[in-house]
């Protein structure tokens, strides 16, 4: 008998969160036997002797442990709970086989004959707990949730099911989330690492506060062999403790016979050794080759979201803030670095070095901690009392010029914008040789790749722009994410789309020779493909699962996340309720936790005008529900009525939702279109909304003023028609943002099915007199993805006259770039001409092909002293990587290249080979390191997609070593999403669509819940849609 079973309702709703934990699935500790009852097929469903057994240690259980973070009530539903789960987990317990790590051994006990007695026992006591589990879970406020029994969402209750600590113990916590009965106020930590053995020892003396009673603390650890630990409460004495470790969740527990007291105080000492890591988090060995040939051996720190724990044992949840002195040993030839100043420096009697450094004076979260032993060179300036100094490896840095001087500049903005000066004495940026990530904004310790720290003094605008924009993005972080924190990774974005925002909203200021708002333009518009999947998500949604964090790492928390509060600051009276806003927000929340509440009361809290709006009401649409409306324009005479709905990209076409969003709509006419003065607003909060009467006269409107509101406009017919006809007769009636929004908006609105492909080649026939980056990049764009999707279907006759089709659209453009840089060139100019060459050199175009191949003989000639400008070595390289010789060529000088963004550009070049030998030899070494290092897998794959014949390769690699790649980069990370997406975002198939779904779901807990994998089917469907529907539009259109 399956307790389940009796209530199919009941079951659909329980076994999914009683055992929601992946992590159970890893694991088997405990066993869904509603699940998997067809697994155990002889398995007596009801074992007496159990059931009567097992009430008892539950209960004891529950006495035990961990109760006093809750109060009597919650106590009663909790051990019910635990009392099913018990059963589960113990019977299960009988059925595995004892050579997991984590079993626990059932106990010796005959269960086939039980007395009379017992039964009777047993039987009245399973009538008694299945009565009580359903009024439990039936009764309003009553559930099995650790906060209470307070039903807050029926559909996640969650459970409370002890697992097994690796020493057959029962660990005593069951939740993913720590609890909150103890807290960290100080971390003293002593690292000793071995650079030859890559291994380390370590001390973590971690001081807490009690703040509820508990009998119980419970920390994370991950990969470390504690070898001792002890525990002082108060004033008492020290005294040894035994550490139960439960791995699937990565924590440890230690317990106690008697109660911890509130507002005590107490320390924890552990000692522990592990191996440095070898993957990219944690702290892990890095290397590289000097100049010289000779290996040189580092080791540094990526603690974010998941990994401090793999470094110390900690709290490593971001609410749990604390501060840390830090002190680690190193080799006389190396120097150390953390998040504070360098306090002293002690010789040891091994010859070695500890370095001490401060203690922080701000209370920071685990993930922000970081320490770096290496050889690296710095260089230094002050910014008022802050010492910023930007290291690198001694080969480069002479790179490291540009990053200081922005640096400091972007911290002086940032200082005087945010009216809070940055908190520390020193600020170092550190370029680190094998980094996955592109930055890591670690208090007063910023970690970069190599690439986006470091430029050579020829380097371009547009090399620059990428070294400043992520300097910006980091500096950024160090308020929003450092000083103030979001409480729980379900607010990544707080951190995020923050940073992301600033960071395009001070180089604007800063630095605006970088036209850095074309390429923030241009991110907007990714952000909304992205989000128009049906499998996107909420800015702000629950996360419960470490690849669950691993993925809010996305375009929703970062593109979109900085899109909305383009659309907040822009809607908003004045241009300082904005700033005054999150200055408020920054002092009210210093050293604090938040939620994404907090920041819309802070931000409606500041009263700037007479009517400010209601931030929190009009913003929480944004971030509560997945996706972004549609407005729909419809006009009779001066009546311009506004309808919205939600803006989805489905396969399934019966899927509607009901959502709605508050919608700050803006507009110009044919009246005024330009100037910021021209722009009206409407807020649309309802289904449909009417506009103030227009004048008969005005011929066409522009909704989305440049595109500063994150939604997308369609004009209808007529709407349409009028647009059109206005930028035929002159393309300055809109600004560029307006003409690549009309773009964008018209390309997405044909992939929805709203619009005809005719239609959106009626628009772009404007584009022969548009000379300005962004609809032309846009439109680059949007056909290029129809060009690889055609290529890769081998419709070659379509393929041909699309070619026909840009050449001809963009010819006059195309024939007018130069080959060469000009003096004082604009950033604008350089992102035009590189789109623009890319495109016609992909297309074949001779005379592309052949400048390109001049420029890469003289190039190779000069032995690399004649530089191709920054913005055209991309288009040379993949041009010269298409025959034989030059691409054997491309790959020595990649060997030797010591200059990272220009190195980068080459191993594009060289993954854009057709040749199928070298395809796979090139996602072998990614994948090997080494030459080419494994943190480039990602883009070397993203590339290697683009051909024709590396797209199918890369689909077979990623099969084979689907399980080396989630060894190297984390399941639900941003590289293996970017793999994911890479590999099958141009697949228009059934035959593929069929693959992609059969490799995914066999895949398991090894990443088939990832929602990446949602998002790449749901793009194949669509896909598929398009070019059954599309193709005999193409056919008579193109
Ligand atoms: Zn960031």
């Given at each position: 008998m399956d307790p389940f079973d009796s209530n199919n309702t009941e079951r659909a709703n329980l076994p999914r969160n009683m055992i929601e934990n992946s992590m159970f699935e890893e694991e088997p500790d405990v066993v869904d036997l509603a699940k998997d009852s067809a697994a155990f097929p002889t398995f007596p469903a009801l074992d007496p002797d159990e059931v009567a057994f097992e009430p008892r240690s539950s209960r004891l259980l529950v006495r035990g442990l961990g109760q006093h973070d809750m109060d009597e009530d919650e106590e009663d539903c909790e051990s019910s709970a635990r009392l099913l789960g018990m059963s589960f987990m113990n019977r299960s317990a009988a059925h595995r086989s004892s050579s997991s790590p984590y079993t626990r051994q059932a106990p010796p006990r005959s269960c086939s004959r039980p007395s009379g007695r017992t039964m009777i026992v047993c039987v009245l006591f399973l009538v008694i707990v299945a009565s009580l589990t359903m009024v439990m879970y039936f009764l309003p406020g009553c559930n099995f949730t650790k906060r209470g029994c307070q039903r807050t969402n029926k559909t996640t209750p969650s459970e409370q099911v002890y697992p097994v600590s690796t020493n057959g113990e029962l660990f005593p916590w069951a939740q993913l989330r720590l609890p909150r009965s103890i807290h960290p106020l100080s971390y003293d930590l002593t690292l000793d690492p071995d650079l030859d053995n890559m291994t380390f020892t370590g001390r973590t003396v971690i001081s807490m506060s009690v703040l509820h009673n508990t009998k119980l603390i419970v920390l994370h650890s991950s990969h470390l062999n504690i070898t001792k630990a002890t525990f002082k409460p108060g004033d008492g004495e020290a005294r040894d403790v035994t550490v139960l470790e439960y791995k699937p969740r990565q924590q440890i527990a230690v317990k106690f016979s008697e109660e911890l007291k509130t507002g005590q105080y107490c320390v924890l000492t552990l000692d522990y050794s592990a191996n440095l890591s070898h993957t990219y988090d944690g702290f892990y060995n890095s290397s590289y080759t000097d100049t010289d040939g000779n290996k040189r051996?580092?080791?540094?720190?990526?603690?974010?979201?998941?990994?401090?724990?793999?470094?110390?044992?900690?709290?490593?949840?971001?609410?749990?803030?604390?501060?840390?002195?830090?002190?680690?040993?190193?080799?006389?030839?190396?120097?150390?670095?953390?998040?504070?100043?360098?306090?002293?420096?002690?010789?040891?009697?091994n010859g070695l070095i500890q370095d001490e450094f401060e203690k922080t004076i701000v209370n920071m979260s685990t993930y922000l901690v970081a320490f770096i032993v290496a050889n690296f060179t710095p260089i230094s300036s002050h910014v008022s009392e802050t010492q910023v100094s930007v290291y690198s490896v001694p080969d480069k840095k002479e790179q490291t010029d540009y990053a200081l001087d922005t640096a400091c500049k972007l911290l002086e903005f940032y200082n005087d914008f945010f009216e809070i000066t940055y908190p520390l004495k020193k600020l170092d940026l550190v370029a680190i040789p094998d980094f996955l990530a592109g930055a890591m904004e670690n208090w007063g310790l910023i970690t970069f790749r190599e690439t986006s720290l470091l430029v050579g003094k020829q380097s371009?605008?547009?090399?620059?722009?990428?070294?400043?924009?992520?300097?910006?993005?980091?500096l950024a972080h160090q308020w929003f994410g450092n000083l103030v924190t979001m409480r729980w990774w379900n607010d990544l974005w707080l951190n995020e789309g923050f940073a992301t925002y600033m960071q395009y909203m001070s180089l604007q200021t800063v630095l605006p020779q970088l036209d850095i708002g074309n390429l923030f333009l241009a991110v907007r518009f990714r952000a909304l493909d992205d989000d128009a999947l049906n499998s996107s998500h909420a800015v702000s949604m629950d996360v419960n699962k470490p690849e669950q964090v691993e993925e809010m790492f996305d375009s929703v928390s970062y593109e979109?996340?900085?899109?909305?509060?383009?659309?907040?600051?822009?809607?908003?009276?004045?241009?300082?309720?904005?700033?005054?806003?999150?200055?408020?927000?920054?002092?009210?929340?210093?050293?604090?936790?938040?939620?994404?509440?907090?920041?819309w009361n802070s931000l409606t809290q500041v009263e700037v005008s007479a009517q400010h709006p209601n931030v929190s009401e009009m913003m929480s649409s944004w971030t509560s529900q997945k996706g972004f409306p549609l407005v729909t324009v419809s006009r009779k005479g001066g009546q311009v009525t506004l309808t919205q709905e939600h803006f989805l990209l489905t396969s399934d076409n019966a899927t509607q939702t009901s959502s709605l969003w508050n919608i700050p709509v803006t507009y110009v006419t044919d009246n005024c279109s330009l100037a910021p003065e021209c722009r009206q607003m409407f807020n649309l909060k309802t289904k449909s909304g009417t506009l103030n009467e227009l004048p008969e006269s005005v011929k066409w409107l522009k909704l989305n003023y440049r595109n500063t509101g994150f939604y997308i406009v369609d004009y209808g017919d007529e709407g349409w028609a009028a647009l059109i006809s206005a930028l035929s007769n002159n393309v300055s009636v809109l600004t560029q943002e307006d003409r690549a929004s009309l773009i964008h908006n018209i390309f997405a609105l044909s992939r929805l099915g709203r619009v005809s492909f005719h239609q959106v080649l009626n628009l772009l026939k404007y584009m022969s007199n548009e000379t300005q980056t962004s609809p032309v990049t846009e439109a680059l764009l949007q056909l290029n993805v129809l060009y690889q999707l055609l290529d890769q279907r081998q419709e070659h006759s379509l393929v041909a006259r699309m070619k026909s089709y840009i050449k001809h659209q963009f010819a006059s453009l195309m024939d007018k770039q130069t080959w060469k840089e000009e003096e004082e060139e604009s950033v604008s100019k350089q992102e035009l001409r590189s789109a623009l060459l890319k495109m016609a050199c992909s297309l074949n175009e001779e005379k592309c092909i052949k400048q390109a191949r001049a420029q890469f003989k003289q190039y190779v000639e000069s032995n690399g002293t004649l530089r191709i400008p920054g913005d055209l070595q991309q288009v040379v390289f993949t041009v010269a990587a298409q025959s034989n010789e030059d691409w054997e060529t491309l790959l020595s000088m990649y060997g030797q290249a010591t200059y990272d963004a220009e190195k980068r550009k080459m191993l594009r070049g060289l993954a854009s080979t057709q040749d199928p030998r070298r395809i796979v030899w090139i996602l072998k070494a990614g994948l090997r390191g080494g030459l080419i290092q494994t943190q480039e897998l990602?883009?070397?794959?993203?590339?290697?997609?683009?051909?024709?014949?590396?797209?199918?390769?890369?689909?077979?690699?990623?099969?084979?070593?689907?399980?080396?790649?989630?060894?190297?980069?984390?399941?639900?990370?941003?590289?293996?999403?970017?793999?994911?997406?890479?590999?099958?975002?141009?697949?228009?198939?059934?035959?593929?669509?069929?693959?992609?779904?059969g490799f995914f779901s066999s895949l398991k807990e090894r990443g088939s819940q990832m929602r990446s994998v949602q998002e790449a089917l749901e793009t194949i469907r669509l896909n598929q849609r398009w070019m059954d529907k599309n193709l005999p539009t193409l056919q008579k259109w193109l």
């Open positions: 051996v580092l080791a540094a720190t990526q603690f974010e979201p998941l990994a401090a724990r793999k470094a110390f044992p900690c709290f490593d949840e971001p609410s749990f803030k604390a501060t840390f002195l830090i002190r680690i040993s190193r080799k006389p030839t190396y120097l150390t670095l953390s998040n504070m100043p360098q306090a002293k420096s002690t010789p040891l009697l371009s605008n547009l090399e620059k722009q990428v070294v400043a924009s992520v300097v910006a993005h980091e979109k996340g900085a899109s909305i509060l383009l659309m907040l600051n822009a809607s908003l009276p004045g241009d300082q309720q904005f700033r005054k806003g999150i200055i408020q927000y920054l002092k009210q929340f210093s050293g604090l936790n938040t939620d994404t509440n907090d920041l990602p883009l070397v794959i993203y590339t290697v997609c683009h051909g024709f014949a590396g797209y199918l390769f890369v689909w077979d690699f990623i099969q084979e070593n689907w399980d080396s790649l989630i060894e190297k980069f984390p399941v639900g990370s941003f590289a293996i999403q970017t793999i994911i997406k890479s590999a099958t975002s141009q697949f228009s198939t059934q035959a593929h669509l069929n693959q992609v779904e």
